[in-house]
């Protein structure tokens, strides 16, 4: 059975940062894509940064040069680091296991989400 969990999230100040971590078990971890998403209140889920099998990344405009992610296939993790932390970041951070080496669908796997807050 397939299991993902985030952690990390918390509450920051504006500028600072956070890194979350979500760990996949259950499955062959390094063939498959990963992604992180997040959904604010009010609002509809969105696309963070994706992470393919062989290491190629993808940003949504709104977090380009300041987060960053990346994977360790020795430790079945992904990571999202977030600097520069700005209030609109405020949200529930999801972790995705894709269904392929580059692709997501909708029989994908979801985490339980972790909550990230920016507020002075």
């Known amino acids: 059975q397939v299991q993902v969990v985030e952690s990390g999230g918390g509450l920051v100040q504006p500028g600072g940062s956070l890194r979350l971590s979500c760990a996949v078990s259950g499955s062959i971890f390094s063939i498959y894509a990963m992604g992180w998403y997040r959904q604010a209140p009010g609002k509809q889920r969105e696309l963070v940064a994706t992470?393919?099998?062989?290491?190629?990344?993808n940003y949504a405009n709104s977090v380009k040069g300041r987060f960053t992610i990346s994977r360790d296939n020795a430790k079945n993790t992904v990571y999202l680091q977030m600097n520069s932390l700005k209030p609109e970041d405020t949200a529930v951070y999801y972790c995705?296991?894709?269904?392929?080496?580059?692709?997501?669908?909708?029989?994908?796997?979801w985490g339980q989400g972790t909550q990230v807050t920016v507020s002075s």
């Open positions: 992470i393919t099998s062989r290491g190629s990344t």
């Open positions: 995705r296991r894709g269904i392929g080496p580059s692709n997501f669908g909708s029989y994908d796997y």
